[in-house]
């Protein structure tokens, strides 16, 4: 699970998005983003059983308005011993 929060003035009426990519930025899936109990908290549920080892991205979409923004966070699944 992936737990994120989001400030700003426009909080409430922010519409966030999240995806999963590979390490070429192409997305593998959509991801789901539900509230996270509290104004602005997220929570994604990250199954990786779909993933191969390696390095990818979640790239984190919050648009209100006019304005949007996206941030790319690095994580690395690893193989099962």
């Known amino acids: 699970m992936i737990r994120f929060e989001v400030y700003g003035a426009a909080t409430a009426t922010a519409e966030v998005s999240a995806k999963f990519l590979d390490r070429t930025g192409?997305?593998?899936?959509e991801l789901a983003v539900s509230p996270g109990g509290g104004s602005g908290k997220y929570d994604i549920e990250l199954p990786l059983s779909f993933a191969a080892p390696g390095d990818y991205?979640?790239?984190?979409?919050v648009?209100?308005?006019d304005?949007?923004?996206?941030?790319?966070?690095p994580i690395r699944v690893l193989s099962r011993p």
């Open 26 to 29: 192409r997305v593998r899936s």
């Open 57 to 61: 991205l979640i790239a984190l979409g």
């Open 63 to 65: 648009a209100s308005g």
């Open 67 to 73: 304005g949007k923004i996206e941030t790319l966070v």
